[in-house]
């Protein structure tokens, strides 16, 4: 181990130090956010249609972003998929500590994955693979997010201790809060949160240009909010990877998310919940509800020890980035209606579930071969 490792392994970076058991509550609560993205999301769609089509609005309206102000369960993918990459890094990190790793070697990892993980979201939805200058986009996706995010919060696991992170969190917060509501936008003014008069939008038009994707999406000043959502996730991670009793455990993250609820509830009187521009308050929202679900499957997995429910995302967890970009590139859809068209379309209702379940079933039948085969991607 070199000199510089010892002292960070003895001073700033000791909080980081993984324990040897795993925590399998991250890679079910990661699989379930995926199932959502991965086919799940229409198969559940398709099997409530069975029991009352159409469906209430109440619970129709589940299944899609709101178009601005709000938040729905669809919307709490993206936020929960940034929270889990925070709440695994207090591990990750900690390996690399354990394994004599200096804060040159962490740093390289750190800028190696961002530039991978901004590759492949460029391959998903930047249209890299167009290779064509008319299409490219240059930041316009959720593995970019969670790029922007990751660094924010490397940076502070190796700089920063635990209580110095939950600070930087807060101050993330608020500085997005005081640009969108206290800076100028020309030709709309100060304070507009409308889809197209906010500074996000106004920041990503200036900067990226003709390389914006062109919906009501911002990336650039949202990566504040990017980064302050994976901090809530690190600041989660820490507790779980503390010594000490688990049950305990739970209550703290159960307290944490009904505080994190009642603060972005509160602050959406002055700052509205808008997915779109990432605002404080829905970073609080959503943190809200990401601590609650970690709560729950942290208790009932690796305290109750009941697992065998969460084989299916386990499964899809542990090759999270395999079942974001594979639907992106092999046509799961058109396999299902090779082998369950003909079929389906004597069945009915049940048709359609049949279809999203063969389309979600091809993808889960490929993660379970490579889990199999103990075959994992990752970065």
Same mark, same amino acid.
């Given at each position: ?5 010892? $002292? ?16 399998v509550s991250i890679d079910a609560l990661r699989g379930f956010d ?7 999301? #229409? ?5 409530? *249609? ?11 309206? $589940? ?62 939805? +930047? ?37 110095? $992170? ?11 809060? +005081? ?69 305990? *455990? ?21 700052? #509205? ?25 942290y208790w009932v997995i690796d305290i109750l020890g009941f697992r ?22 092999? #046509? ?12 389906? *379309?004597?069945?009915? $209702? ?23 085969n103990k075959t994992f991607v990752r970065i």
């Amino acid at each position: 181990m070199t000199k510089e490792s010892t $002292q960070m392994k003895g001073t700033r970076l000791s909080h980081t130090v993984a324990p040897a058991e795993r925590i399998v509550s991250i890679d079910a609560l990661r699989g379930f956010d995926m199932f959502w993205i991965a086919g799940g999301g #229409p198969m559940v769609y398709e099997f409530f *249609k069975l029991f009352a089509n159409p469906l209430p609005s109440w619970l129709e309206e $589940q299944f899609d972003h709101v178009p601005w102000e709000g938040f729905v369960a669809w919307d709490l993918i993206m936020p929960l998929f940034l929270f889990i990459v925070g709440a695994a890094m207090p591990f990750s990190i900690g390996k690399r500590l354990a394994q004599g790793d200096g804060r040159r070697r962490i740093y390289l990892k750190v800028i190696y994955r961002v530039l991978l993980l901004w590759a492949l979201g460029m391959v998903a939805q +930047g249209n890299l693979l167009h290779f064509r200058m008319d299409d490219l986009l240059l930041y316009s996706n959720t593995l970019q997010a969670i790029a922007a995010g990751y660094l924010i919060s490397a940076i502070a696991l190796v700089e920063l201790p635990v209580k110095g $992170q939950a600070v930087l969190a807060g101050i993330l917060l608020l500085i997005f809060w +005081g640009l969108m509501r206290f800076v100028l936008v020309p030709g709309h003014g100060i304070g507009v949160l409308s889809p197209e008069g906010n500074l996000a939008m106004w920041v990503d038009q200036s900067l990226l240009g003709r390389f914006r994707d062109g919906n009501d999406y911002t990336w650039i000043l949202s990566s504040i909010g990017f980064g302050a959502t994976t901090l809530i996730g690190v600041l989660a991670g820490h507790l779980l990877r503390a010594p000490g009793p688990k049950l305990p *455990k739970v209550f703290w993250l159960i307290i944490s998310g009904l505080a994190c609820l009642l603060a972005g509830w509160l602050w959406s009187f002055e700052f #509205p919940i808008i997915k779109h521009i990432w605002t404080s308050s829905m970073v609080l929202w959503a943190g809200g509800w990401s601590l609650l679900l970690l709560a729950l499957f942290y208790w009932v997995i690796d305290i109750l020890g009941f697992r065998r429910w969460a084989f299916v995302f386990i499964i899809i967890g542990t090759n999270a980035i395999v079942a974001y970009i594979a639907p992106g590139i092999i #046509p799961f859809g058109d396999i299902s209606n090779t082998l369950f068209a003909g079929l389906a *379309k004597h069945l009915g $209702q049940f048709g359609g579930f049949l279809l999203t379940a063969g389309t979600f079933g091809v993808l889960w039948l490929l993660l379970y071969y490579m889990y199999r085969n103990k075959t994992f991607v990752r970065i």
